[in-house]
Nanobody
Framework: VQLVESGGGLVQPGGSLRLSCAAS????????MTWVRQAPGKDLEWISD????????YYADSVKGRFTTSRDNDNNILYLQMNDLKPENTAEYYC????????????WGQGTHVTVSS
């Protein structure tokens, strides 16, 4: 199983970024996928889940209405569209699979860093 995030970078407040998570080594369309993040000096935070078909999506209140999770099961890619970014969204963003407990997962990517700053 391999999960590789990309798309992070520096963006001004109010801007947008789209993160990607390229998945390999498993049947991507069989699994719920998750986005989590960790801001500097803070605990890990769950952001979003998307079910295997992409028909059901769940979001943390902190990102609801601004972030959208989607997936391309033909190409094994998970996305996180982030709009109206705020400085407090600065964090390392991870995709993950197979929850084993509260904010614990069997598989993680290496993360992609997002900095929201003017």
């Amino acid at each position: 199983v391999q999960l590789v995030e990309s798309g992070g970078g520096l963006v001004q407040p109010g801007g947008s970024l789209r993160l990607s998570c390229a998945a390999s080594g498993f049947i991507f369309s069989d699994y719920t996928m998750t986005w989590v993040r960790q801001a500097p000096g803070k605990d890990l935070e769950w952001i979003s889940d998307i079910n295997p078909s992409g028909t059901n999506r769940y979001y943390a209140d902190s990102v609801k209405g601004r972030f959208t999770t989607s997936r391309d099961n033909d190409n094994n890619i998970l996305y996180l569209q982030m709009n109206d970014l705020k400085p407090e969204n600065t964090a390392e963003y991870y995709c993950a699979r197979d929850p084993t407990g509260h904010l614990q997962y069997n598989y993680w990517g290496q993360g992609t860093h997002v900095t929201v700053s003017s």
